[in-house]
């Protein structure tokens, strides 16, 4: 079964740092697919990037990227320039793409951002 | 994107009840629909996966009868739990993946939630 782990419960940024979350899954499987969610107090789920396992390249999307290292097993979110708007949960996801899909989340990483 | 609906958002029903929670793809199909649950300050928790025209799978520890899960059409799952009692409160949320050979396959898109109160 896959799992995916967060070892960093809180983390804290003074605004217009960097900041980087932690993540690293297990799985027997090539091909899948990882994901960082942000869940603002609303609740409600808001993808904040996605990585291919077949693509060497790191994902990035504007003010955000990723550090994918397949062999290690590793996927980290690097935010720059960390504005107030980025204080929320975030949750490091898996997903694999086999017949019988699942979706696995990481146990979350609660992010405040610092005047 | 796409755009899952999740109804109601909140709900709140007597011990005993049972409660349905509907989850919709607006404007994509999906064969898989996912269910969570998700404790105060704590992950989301998956507790089954909802498959069109066959029966739901169910993650060990979660009880079958409890959280009855209906997928009867691609566009449509839903989570009725029986004869809830207060340990069931929670927020439940819906996930959906695009069936393959539709835009954004490899996303899923996720409904709004619902708080679930039993008094």
């Known amino acids: 079964a896959q799992t995916v782990t967060q070892s960093q419960p809180e983390m804290s940024v003074q605004e217009a740092e960097t900041v980087t979350l932690s993540c690293t899954y297990d799985?027997?499987?090539?091909?899948?697919?990882l994901f960082w969610y942000k869940q603002p107090p609303s609740r409600q789920m808001i993808l904040v990037i996605r990585?291919?396992?077949?693509?060497?390249q790191n994902a990035t999307e504007n003010r955000f990227s990723v550090n994918f290292q397949k062999a290690a097993k590793s996927f980290s979110l690097k935010i720059s320039d960390s504005q107030l708007g980025d204080a929320a949960m975030y949750f490091c996801?898996?997903?694999?793409?086999?017949?019988?899909?699942?979706?696995?989340f990481g146990t979350g990483t609660r992010l405040q951002v610092t005047l | 994107g796409a755009v899952v609906s999740q109804h109601p958002s909140r709900v709140i029903c007597k011990s005993g009840t049972s409660v349905k929670i509907e989850c919709r793809s607006l404007d994509f199909q999906a064969t898989t629909m996912f269910w969570y649950r998700q404790f105060p300050k704590q992950s989301l928790m998956l507790m089954a996966t909802s498959n069109e025209g066959s029966k739901a799978t169910y993650e060990q520890g979660v009880e079958k009868d409890k959280f009855l899960i209906n997928h009867a059409s691609l566009t449509l799952s839903t989570l009725t739990v029986t004869s809830a009692h207060p340990e069931d409160s929670s927020f439940y949320i819906c996930?959906?993946?695009?069936?393959?050979?539709?835009?954004?396959?490899?996303?899923?898109?996720f409904g709004q939630g619902t708080r679930l109160t039993v008094v």
């Open positions: 996930s959906a993946i695009p069936d393959r050979g539709q835009p954004l396959n490899t996303e899923a898109f």
């Open positions: 996801a898996y997903l694999n793409t086999g017949t019988a899909s699942k979706l696995t």
């Open positions: 799985t027997s499987e090539s091909d899948y697919y």
């Open positions: 990585q291919e396992a077949y693509k060497q």
